[in-house]
């Protein structure tokens, strides 16, 4: 089956979705003096995420991460005195979900309208050495300068769930990096990791790390290589204002909410896609990631919120990517 594009319109925003890993392709919005801007690092054609080339790069450019978005070491997790191996793709741990997740999928389109759009998978027992069939369906809306995404899940037997989406922005993209963006984030904390992999203790944002104030890309790129995080909320799932990304050329704002209880901040270091929109490449640094989602590695850290979704609980998450 070929990857079809859905197009959402409004007199403010449009976003394209493909059914190929239920992908934002992209999302055009204006700038200050009134001209539309692409503000999504993403590929030229639908078929484009399907090469080996884009594939092989790993970046995951606007697609749907499951069954579990980030992490978890070593591939490793146990229900009930069951373990589970999945596979290890990234160092000795298990990332988004594995060789072939839920970005790689042919989704099914429920629903389709000017501003709305529905899709499904039917992930089944043993995916990826995942435990449980998983029926997921996304929903995509536009509301007023804003995309609404309402993730759901249910599964026959318990498994752990993370869904996210992996959207790189560049809200200048006729810049060739995003170092001169500033970025505000409402914590300040953040998850201690050791090769990506949270020890199970937080620290409290400082220095180049600290965003609760807008603050420049440039100096923890320039100083610390980047970002790579996990910044924490105490929001009780609730939805709450997480981030927001600027930027002074084009005088566009990004806010993004959600009620996860975390969201990871990426600024794309080792990003290399060839050929990507108008022949462009993206090298390090030429979008910058925000991912709401649970936190990494929680299946091995009962003390972290819990991933675990059981049969007959509805898993429900909402991120919004909205402009200002």
């Not at 999302?27 to 503000?39: A, F």
């Not at 429920?110 to 435990?131: K, M, N, R, V």
Request: net charge negative; charged share 25%; with cysteine.
């Amino acid at each position: 089956m070929k990857p079809q594009i859905y197009i959402l319109k409004n007199a403010h925003l449009e976003v394209h979705i493909s059914t190929l890993g239920a992908t934002l392709t992209r999302m055009l919005t204006k700038d200050w003096q009134g001209k539309v801007v692409d503000v999504l690092l993403g590929m030229e054609k639908a078929e484009d995420y399907e090469s080996p080339e884009y594939v092989g790069s790993g970046a995951y450019l606007g697609a749907i991460i499951g069954r579990y978005g980030n992490r978890i070491a070593r591939g490793k997790f146990e229900i009930d005195g069951v373990k589970y191996q999945l596979a290890v793709n990234n160092g000795e741990n298990h990332l988004h979900g594995g060789l072939c997740g839920f970005d790689k999928k042919i989704w099914n389109v429920e629903q389709a309208g000017t501003d709305i759009l529905t899709l499904t998978y039917c992930s089944p027992d043993g995916e990826e050495a995942y435990p449980g069939t998983l029926q997921v369906k996304v929903g995509f809306s536009l509301q007023e300068k804003a995309l609404r995404i309402d993730y759901e899940a249910i599964t026959d037997k318990k498994c752990f769930v993370n869904l996210t989406h992996h959207p790189y922005f560049n809200l200048n993209p006729e810049a060739a990096d995003i170092k001169q963006h500033t970025l505000k984030l409402y914590t300040d904390r953040y998850l201690k990791t050791d090769d990506l992999i949270p020890d199970g203790t937080f620290v409290t944002a400082a220095g180049d790390y600290d965003f609760t104030s807008p603050a420049s890309l440039q100096g923890v790129i320039g100083n610390q290589g980047g970002l790579d995080d996990c910044f924490v909320f105490n929001n009780s799932g609730k939805l709450v204002r997480m981030a927001e990304l600027f930027d002074d050329q084009t005088g566009i704002k990004l806010y993004v909410c959600s009620d996860y209880p975390g969201v990871q901040v990426y600024t794309g270091k080792f990003l290399d896609v060839k050929q990507a929109k108008d022949g462009k490449r993206y090298g390090p640094y030429a979008g910058v990631a925000l991912e709401a989602q649970f936190w990494p590695d929680s299946p091995n850290h009962p003390e972290f919120p819990s991933t675990l979704l059981v049969p007959g609980e509805i898993y429900r998450k909402t991120t919004i990517y909205g402009f200002e």
